[in-house]
T-cell receptor, first 115, second 113 residues
Protein backbone atom coordinates (compact mmCIF):
# COMPACT_ATOMS: atom_id res chain seq x y z
CA UNK A 1 0.00 0.00 0.00
CA UNK A 2 1.42 3.37 -1.01
CA UNK A 3 2.22 5.85 1.73
CA UNK A 4 1.19 9.47 2.06
CA UNK A 5 2.38 11.50 -0.92
CA UNK A 6 2.93 15.23 -1.10
CA UNK A 7 3.51 17.43 -4.10
CA UNK A 8 5.53 19.36 -4.92
CA UNK A 9 8.49 18.33 -2.78
CA UNK A 10 10.26 21.66 -3.12
CA UNK A 11 8.93 25.10 -3.88
CA UNK A 12 10.47 28.57 -4.09
CA UNK A 13 8.19 31.61 -3.99
CA UNK A 14 8.58 35.32 -3.40
CA UNK A 15 6.91 37.45 -0.76
CA UNK A 16 3.32 38.34 -1.56
CA UNK A 17 2.68 35.34 -3.78
CA UNK A 18 0.35 32.52 -2.91
CA UNK A 19 1.03 28.79 -2.94
CA UNK A 20 -0.98 25.56 -3.00
CA UNK A 21 0.36 22.31 -1.60
CA UNK A 22 -1.20 18.92 -2.22
CA UNK A 23 -1.47 15.77 -0.11
CA UNK A 24 -2.75 12.34 -1.10
CA UNK A 25 -3.48 10.16 1.95
CA UNK A 26 -3.01 6.43 2.26
CA UNK A 27 -5.79 4.64 0.40
CA UNK A 28 -8.82 4.30 2.67
CA UNK A 29 -7.72 6.96 5.13
CA UNK A 30 -10.33 9.61 5.76
CA UNK A 31 -8.54 12.10 8.00
CA UNK A 32 -5.82 14.45 6.75
CA UNK A 33 -3.88 16.83 8.99
CA UNK A 34 -1.34 19.50 8.10
CA UNK A 35 1.67 20.65 10.13
CA UNK A 36 4.30 23.36 9.73
CA UNK A 37 7.83 22.63 10.89
CA UNK A 38 10.40 25.40 11.42
CA UNK A 39 13.70 25.37 13.34
CA UNK A 40 12.40 27.94 15.81
CA UNK A 41 8.86 26.77 16.48
CA UNK A 42 9.17 23.06 15.82
CA UNK A 43 6.15 21.13 14.59
CA UNK A 44 2.89 23.04 14.80
CA UNK A 45 -0.58 21.82 13.92
CA UNK A 46 -2.34 23.77 11.15
CA UNK A 47 -5.67 22.00 10.60
CA UNK A 48 -7.34 18.64 10.15
CA UNK A 49 -9.96 17.58 7.63
CA UNK A 50 -12.34 14.65 7.84
CA UNK A 51 -15.03 13.88 5.26
CA UNK A 52 -14.39 17.17 3.47
CA UNK A 53 -14.99 19.17 6.69
CA UNK A 54 -12.45 21.00 8.81
CA UNK A 55 -12.60 19.25 12.17
CA UNK A 56 -9.72 20.93 14.02
CA UNK A 57 -7.80 24.13 13.55
CA UNK A 58 -4.53 25.41 15.00
CA UNK A 59 -3.49 28.96 15.80
CA UNK A 60 -2.47 30.24 12.40
CA UNK A 61 -3.65 33.38 10.59
CA UNK A 62 -6.40 33.24 8.00
CA UNK A 63 -3.80 33.33 5.22
CA UNK A 64 -3.51 29.59 5.81
CA UNK A 65 -6.45 27.62 4.50
CA UNK A 66 -7.18 24.14 3.35
CA UNK A 67 -9.76 21.85 1.87
CA UNK A 68 -10.43 18.18 1.37
CA UNK A 69 -11.96 16.54 -1.66
CA UNK A 70 -14.41 13.63 -1.82
CA UNK A 71 -11.52 11.21 -2.50
CA UNK A 72 -9.86 12.42 0.75
CA UNK A 73 -7.05 14.22 -1.07
CA UNK A 74 -6.30 17.54 0.56
CA UNK A 75 -4.78 20.85 -0.41
CA UNK A 76 -3.53 23.71 1.69
CA UNK A 77 -3.14 27.24 0.48
CA UNK A 78 -1.06 30.08 1.83
CA UNK A 79 -1.85 33.53 0.50
CA UNK A 80 0.29 36.66 0.67
CA UNK A 81 3.43 34.75 1.54
CA UNK A 82 5.80 36.13 4.18
CA UNK A 83 9.45 35.27 4.78
CA UNK A 84 8.43 33.53 8.00
CA UNK A 85 6.31 31.04 6.06
CA UNK A 86 9.48 29.30 4.89
CA UNK A 87 9.16 25.85 6.41
CA UNK A 88 8.69 22.15 5.86
CA UNK A 89 4.97 21.47 5.49
CA UNK A 90 3.97 17.99 6.50
CA UNK A 91 0.75 16.15 5.85
CA UNK A 92 -0.48 13.19 7.88
CA UNK A 93 -3.33 10.79 7.31
CA UNK A 94 -5.18 8.36 9.53
CA UNK A 95 -7.86 5.75 9.05
CA UNK A 96 -9.99 7.21 11.84
CA UNK A 97 -11.86 3.92 12.21
CA UNK A 98 -12.76 1.93 15.37
CA UNK A 99 -9.53 -0.11 15.41
CA UNK A 100 -7.09 2.45 14.01
CA UNK A 101 -6.65 4.36 17.29
CA UNK A 102 -6.05 7.36 15.02
CA UNK A 103 -2.46 6.38 14.26
CA UNK A 104 -1.01 9.16 12.14
CA UNK A 105 1.16 8.46 9.09
CA UNK A 106 3.21 11.27 7.65
CA UNK A 107 4.28 12.15 4.14
CA UNK A 108 7.77 13.31 3.11
CA UNK A 109 6.81 16.99 3.27
CA UNK A 110 6.98 20.01 0.99
CA UNK A 111 9.93 22.34 1.55
CA UNK A 112 8.72 25.90 0.94
CA UNK A 113 11.25 28.71 0.63
CA UNK A 114 9.98 32.29 0.50
CA UNK A 115 12.43 34.86 -0.86
CA UNK B 1 -3.39 23.74 26.59
CA UNK B 2 -1.22 20.69 26.06
CA UNK B 3 2.54 21.24 26.36
CA UNK B 4 5.13 18.58 25.63
CA UNK B 5 8.70 18.51 26.90
CA UNK B 6 11.38 16.08 25.83
CA UNK B 7 14.55 15.47 27.76
CA UNK B 8 17.38 15.40 26.87
CA UNK B 9 17.38 17.70 23.85
CA UNK B 10 20.43 15.93 22.45
CA UNK B 11 22.25 12.70 23.20
CA UNK B 12 25.44 11.17 21.88
CA UNK B 13 26.25 7.55 22.75
CA UNK B 14 28.60 4.81 21.53
CA UNK B 15 27.11 1.97 19.54
CA UNK B 16 25.62 -0.83 21.62
CA UNK B 17 24.37 1.26 24.52
CA UNK B 18 20.84 1.01 25.86
CA UNK B 19 19.20 4.39 26.23
CA UNK B 20 16.04 6.08 27.47
CA UNK B 21 14.34 9.12 25.98
CA UNK B 22 11.88 11.00 28.16
CA UNK B 23 8.67 12.79 27.27
CA UNK B 24 6.36 14.68 29.62
CA UNK B 25 3.01 16.29 28.86
CA UNK B 26 0.81 18.62 30.90
CA UNK B 27 -2.72 17.43 30.03
CA UNK B 28 -3.36 13.79 30.95
CA UNK B 29 -6.66 13.64 29.01
CA UNK B 30 -5.08 11.94 26.03
CA UNK B 31 -6.46 9.43 23.55
CA UNK B 32 -3.08 7.99 22.63
CA UNK B 33 0.58 8.87 22.32
CA UNK B 34 2.83 8.26 19.35
CA UNK B 35 6.59 8.15 19.08
CA UNK B 36 8.16 9.16 15.78
CA UNK B 37 11.63 9.41 14.34
CA UNK B 38 12.66 12.05 11.85
CA UNK B 39 15.78 11.98 9.71
CA UNK B 40 17.15 15.38 8.64
CA UNK B 41 14.91 17.07 6.07
CA UNK B 42 12.54 14.12 5.93
CA UNK B 43 9.03 13.34 7.09
CA UNK B 44 8.13 11.54 10.29
CA UNK B 45 8.16 7.77 10.65
CA UNK B 46 5.76 6.29 13.20
CA UNK B 47 7.59 4.03 15.64
CA UNK B 48 5.03 3.12 18.27
CA UNK B 49 1.53 4.09 19.28
CA UNK B 50 0.36 3.58 22.86
CA UNK B 51 -3.33 3.75 23.56
CA UNK B 52 -4.37 5.64 26.69
CA UNK B 53 -5.43 2.36 28.33
CA UNK B 54 -2.05 0.69 27.74
CA UNK B 55 1.07 0.84 29.87
CA UNK B 56 3.62 -0.10 27.23
CA UNK B 57 4.17 -1.12 23.64
CA UNK B 58 7.08 -2.94 22.05
CA UNK B 59 8.48 -3.15 18.53
CA UNK B 60 11.80 -4.89 18.01
CA UNK B 61 14.48 -3.06 19.99
CA UNK B 62 12.06 -0.30 20.96
CA UNK B 63 9.86 -0.22 24.02
CA UNK B 64 7.63 2.69 24.93
CA UNK B 65 5.89 3.12 28.26
CA UNK B 66 3.06 5.43 29.25
CA UNK B 67 2.08 6.74 32.67
CA UNK B 68 -0.93 8.84 31.80
CA UNK B 69 -1.71 10.01 35.32
CA UNK B 70 1.74 11.52 35.78
CA UNK B 71 1.96 12.77 32.19
CA UNK B 72 5.05 10.80 31.23
CA UNK B 73 6.22 8.49 28.49
CA UNK B 74 9.60 6.94 27.89
CA UNK B 75 11.13 5.39 24.80
CA UNK B 76 13.72 2.70 25.51
CA UNK B 77 16.12 1.78 22.71
CA UNK B 78 18.11 -1.39 23.24
CA UNK B 79 21.53 -2.08 21.74
CA UNK B 80 21.68 1.21 19.84
CA UNK B 81 23.09 1.26 16.29
CA UNK B 82 24.41 4.10 14.08
CA UNK B 83 21.25 3.76 11.98
CA UNK B 84 19.26 4.85 15.03
CA UNK B 85 20.72 8.35 14.69
CA UNK B 86 17.78 10.69 14.16
CA UNK B 87 15.49 13.06 16.02
CA UNK B 88 12.87 11.32 18.16
CA UNK B 89 9.54 13.03 18.78
CA UNK B 90 6.70 12.16 21.07
CA UNK B 91 3.19 13.41 20.38
CA UNK B 92 0.11 12.93 22.54
CA UNK B 93 -3.27 13.14 20.87
CA UNK B 94 -6.01 14.72 22.97
CA UNK B 95 -9.18 12.78 23.66
CA UNK B 96 -11.24 15.69 22.43
CA UNK B 97 -8.94 16.59 19.57
CA UNK B 98 -8.37 13.47 17.56
CA UNK B 99 -6.29 14.17 14.47
CA UNK B 100 -4.32 16.87 16.27
CA UNK B 101 -0.89 15.94 17.58
CA UNK B 102 1.07 18.19 19.91
CA UNK B 103 4.82 17.80 19.54
CA UNK B 104 7.76 18.46 21.79
CA UNK B 105 11.05 19.77 20.44
CA UNK B 106 12.41 16.26 20.18
CA UNK B 107 15.58 14.48 21.25
CA UNK B 108 18.36 14.39 18.67
CA UNK B 109 20.26 11.14 19.01
CA UNK B 110 23.69 10.40 17.61
CA UNK B 111 25.01 6.86 17.86
CA UNK B 112 28.73 6.66 17.17
CA UNK B 113 30.25 3.53 15.60
Amino acid sequence: KAGVTQTPRYLIKTRGQQVTLSCSPISGHRSVSWYQQTPGQGLQFLFEYFSETQRNKGNFPGRFSGRQFSNSRSEMNVSTLELGDSALYLCASSLDGPRSYNEQFFGPGTRLTVL
Amino acid sequence: KQEVTQIPAALSVPEGENLVLNCSFTDSAIYNLQWFRQDPGKGLTSLLLIQSSQREQTSGRLNASLDKSSGRSTLYIAASQPGDSATYLCAPQGSGNTGKLIFGQGTTLQVKP
